[in-house]
């Protein structure tokens, strides 16, 4: 069952939301060559709790971290490690934050020093299909429709689409319903009505769409070994239209390096 919010229930996850989106945007300042993912996860934990939060991540489920790190060809659910991010990689960052019974979950993925331009081209496409997905999240719309947004954008542009793991709906829980899978088809899938929130986090491979899990019974890595980029936003949906309580103004490291090209 879809689980409708109340104004004083969606001001809260705006406040939630407005903290994992702070928290994200100065992980992403601190990210640099030879910074290692524990040390980028400590920071996380420290900011979240230093504001009187939770973080959310940490033991769901088992997960021994704050945030999830996952680098390269690592798709989601990263462990962080001992690993020093080096020139080049890509990052990307999943973060998320319990507030006052509420949460918030957001993530992006960070080039590292001088990056490829197939890699940039990667990122920016990905965060492409995060913002067209979000003008699908309106009253009357299907989530179909939102999933259509991120699989017609990313295989325009030759990339595929994971399948196994998708959005979803978002509040006193991490994961609510519904599922919302990265492609669809238009028209089809439940209604979106106005008090929904969702997370919606497209997951975008360079090579293939197959993936495996580590060893380590969480870790999600490309089958091909060829990166992956994530991005992801809690949206609510109003009568106003979508509202994005994660957005925080700053831009893209991949659009600011793409200026121009």
């Known amino acids: 069952m879809i689980i409708g919010k109340s104004r004083k229930e969606l001001e809260k996850m705006r406040a939630a939301g407005q903290l994992v ?4 945007q100065e992980l992403r300042r601190m990210v640099q060559p030879g910074i290692t993912t524990l040390e980028v996860d400590m920071a996380a934990e420290k900011m979240i709790r230093d504001a009187g939060a939770l973080p959310t991540f940490k033991g769901y489920h088992g997960f021994p971290f704050s945030i999830c790190a996952s680098v390269n060809e690592q798709v989601v659910h990263g462990f962080p490690s001992s690993y020093k991010l080096k020139e080049g990689d890509i990052f990307s960052i999943d973060v998320g ?6 949460v918030g979950d957001t993530a992006a993925t960070v080039p590292i020093g ?8 990667l990122i920016r496409v990905t965060e492409e299909c995060l913002e067209r997905a979000i003008e699908q999240c309106r009253e009357g719309k299907h989530l179909g429709d939102i999933g259509w947004a991120v699989q017609s954008h990313a295989e325009a542009h ?13 509040g006193r829980r991490m994961h609510e319903d519904p599922q919302i899978p990265n492609y669809g088809t238009p028209g089809k899938g439940a209604k979106v009505k106005n008090g929904y929130v969702f997370a919606v986090e497209p997951m975008v491979n360079l090579g293939v769409k197959e993936t495996k899990v580590l060893k380590d019974g969480w870790t999600v890595i490309t089958l091909d070994g060829l990166p992956s980029a994530h991005y992801e936003h809690t949206i609510a949906i109003t009568e106003n239209g979508p509202e994005v309580f994660t957005r925080v103004t700053e831009p893209s490291p991949a659009k600011e390096v793409l200026a121009g090209v």
């Open 21 to 24: 989106g702070r928290v994200l």
């Open 158 to 170: 030759g990339y595929s689409i994971v399948r196994e793991y998708v959005g979803h709906g978002i």
């Open 114 to 121: 001088k990056v490829s331009e197939k890699l940039l081209r």
């Open 97 to 102: 934050a319990t507030l006052e019974g509420f």
